[in-house]
């Protein structure tokens, strides 16, 4: 059974509160500029992701973020990507949270991977959903 997306952003939203975040939801806009310059064209329910809780951060862990000066800092989803490519994530698995060196990447039919420093492992969820559900939120 699938996981309901708006479901899991609720409860993110209940374990972090959007008004003390600290960075801002990306735009439709700024999304898009994404899109062009890392070459992915993101699921939707990536895009609704992004918009609503990709600036949570729950326990030790929060997923790569958009930011509207286009900075590469710490964190950014093109710095992300360059990083797991570096270690052999594939071209078209789209990294979205890091994790010690590790990376959880979205596949394009919509599954999670789990991308160990050492290579592919068998670890993956069916969508984005079920990954922030049990990793994220660890609601397993």
Excluded at 124 to 135: I, M, N, Q, R
Aim: aromatic share 12%; glycine share 8%; proline share 6%.
């Amino acid at each position: 059974m699938a996981t309901d997306l708006q479901h899991v952003i609720e409860q993110i939203n209940l374990a972090n509160d959007p008004a003390e975040r600290n960075l801002p939801s990306p735009s439709d806009a700024l999304i898009h500029r994404y899109e062009k310059v890392t070459g992915f064209t993101f699921p939707k329910d990536y895009k609704i992701f992004l918009k609503t809780v990709s600036n949570a951060f729950i326990g030790y862990m929060s997923p790569f973020t958009l930011n509207e000066s286009m900075k590469e800092d710490f964190g950014d989803l093109r710095v992300g990507i360059n990083e797991a490519r570096e270690i052999g994530v594939p071209e078209n698995w789209l990294p979205i949270c890091e994790d010690n060196g590790d990376y959880y990447c979205l596949l394009p039919d919509g599954e999670v991977r789990f991308w160990d420093h050492n290579g592919s492992s068998d670890e993956a969820w069916p969508d984005l959903a079920t990954w922030a559900k049990e990793v994220w939120l660890g609601g397993g």
